[in-house]
C-alpha cells in the first residue's frame, strides 16, 4: 500500500465526518462566473474601451510599419534578379532592420498593453471581490466558489455582481471587517 493510499484511507472517516455536519447545518454555498463579470460588468466595458482608445494610435502605427515592411519585401523579391549585387544587399539590410524594429516596437506595444489590462482589472477584480463579500455577508454565504465543473443557477451571484458594480456601490464602500 502506497503512503498516498494510505492517507486517503486515513482521511476519508474525517471526511465522512465533516462534510454530512456542514450539509445537515445548512450551509449556504454561492458561485460567481468571474469570466463573465470581466466581460460583462460595465466596468469592466468601460476600461476596454478605455485600452483601445489609449492603444489605438500605436496598433495603427504597427499595422502601417507591418505594411511597408511587407511593401519592402515583395520589391525586393520581384526586382532581386535586375538589382545589382550591391543595391539588393542595401535593401536585404534594409528590410532586416525595418523588421527588427518592428519587432521591437511589437513586443513593447505588447508589454505596455498587458501592463495596463492588468492594471485596469487589478481595480475591477478589486472592486468584484469586495461585491462579493459584502452580498455574501448580507444574504448569510457560508462559502463562494469561483470555479465549478457544473452549477444551478439557483446559487450563481454573478448577476448580483455585475449588478453591484454597475450601480456602484462597492466602489465606493469600505470593505466590511
Do not use: C, H
Request: overall charge positive; hydrophobic content about 40%; aromatic content about 6%.
Amino acid at each position: 500500500m502506497t503512503l498516498t493510499t494510505f492517507r486517503w484511507l486515513a482521511l476519508w472517516p474525517m471526511l465522512l465526518l465533516v462534510f454530512p455536519s456542514f450539509a445537515q447545518e445548512g450551509a449556504k454555498i454561492g458561485f460567481v462566473n468571474l469570466d463573465r463579470i470581466l466581460r460583462d460588468a460595465v466596468p469592466a466595458q468601460r476600461a476596454q474601451k478605455r485600452i483601445e482608445a489609449e492603444f489605438s494610435k500605436r496598433d495603427q502605427e504597427l499595422q502601417r510599419m507591418a505594411e511597408s515592411i511587407k511593401k519592402l519585401q515583395e520589391s525586393l523579391e520581384r526586382n532581386a534578379m535586375t538589382m545589382p549585387d550591391s543595391e539588393r544587399s542595401k535593401r536585404e539590410r534594409e528590410l532586416a532592420e525595418a523588421s527588427r524594429e518592428f519587432q521591437r516596437k511589437q513586443r513593447e506595444f505588447r508589454e505596455d498593453l498587458n501592463a495596463r489590462r492588468n492594471e485596469e482589472l487589478a481595480g475591477i477584480l478589486e472592486r468584484a471581490n469586495r461585491a462579493v463579500k459584502q452580498i455574501a455577508e448580507a444574504e448569510k454565504f457560508d462559502i463562494i466558489f469561483q470555479e465549478a465543473v457544473y452549477v444551478s443557477p439557483r446559487i450563481d451571484i454573478t448577476d448580483k455582481v455585475i449588478k453591484a458594480l454597475d450601480d456602484g456601490k462597492p466602489a465606493d464602500s469600505k470593505p466590511a471587517k
